[in-house]
T-cell receptor
């Protein structure tokens, strides 16, 4: 079946450091890929998405590229801020109903 | 604010009681999803509605769980005879019809079973 695997957290970085959170997936067909972010005490927010191979999603300085050959969708940011501290979820959707399958989430803590 | 609204935000109840949660999706969204999130895990799909029709249910949705979406607007999720293992965050999301439409999530209802 379809599944998503994320690197385990927590990831602890200093402000302005480079961020990578790894995400790999297993899926039949051609899924769409997403990164959602959950700030403390808030609901899930869509951060970025990519719908086909080699697409790059980007938002708020975050980027991820849909790599079909490595079945990966790694999240990157060149310079993190304290306000980026949150839990990040990688997800895929496939099939006609677009239900999402999530990874376990990766907690990011950014210190000044 | 015209986002997805869920009520209540928190529900504490004794084991064996029935609980009902409500979700109000974004008004023009005809797709509605329920997910469950336990501590330290990602959300897991429970069920999906297209307008008023419930088109898919996960195996996670035991006989004690029932969901409705009358008139294709708000939705309710009821859990009967609650058990300790039902403690979780219950999330609702909605989206427009169509491939790759993003799902917009509510803030969730946190259920605690005593």
């Amino acid at each position: 079946g379809n599944s998503v695997t994320q690197m385990e957290g927590p990831v602890t970085l200093s402000e302005e450091a480079f961020l990578t959170i790894n995400c790999t997936y297993t899926a039949t067909g051609y899924p769409s890929l997403f990164w959602y972010v959950q700030y403390p005490g808030e609901g899930l927010q869509l951060l970025l998405k990519a719908t086909k191979a080699d697409d790059k999603g980007s938002n708020k300085g975050f980027e991820a590229t849909y790599r079909k050959e490595t079945t990966s969708f790694h999240l990157e940011k060149g310079s993190v801020q304290v306000s980026d501290s949150a839990v990040y979820f990688c997800a895929l959707s496939s099939g006609g109903y677009n239900k999402l399958i999530f990874g376990a989430g990766t907690r990011l803590a950014v210190h000044p | 604010d015209t986002g997805v609204s869920q009520n209540p935000r928190h529900k504490i109840t004794k084991r064996g009681q029935n609980v009902t949660f409500r979700c109000d999706p974004i008004s023009e969204h005809n797709r509605l999803y329920w997910y469950r999130q336990t501590l330290g895990q990602g959300p897991e799909f429970l069920t999906y509605f297209q307008n008023e029709a419930q088109l898919e249910k996960s195996r996670l949705l035991s006989d004690r769980f029932s969901a409705e979406r009358p008139k294709g607007s708000f939705s309710t999720l009821e859990i009967q005879r609650t058990e300790q293992g039902d403690s979780a965050m219950y999330l609702c999301a909605s989206s427009l019809q169509g491939v790759n439409q993003p799902q917009h999530f509510g803030d969730g209802t946190r259920l605690s079973i005593l």
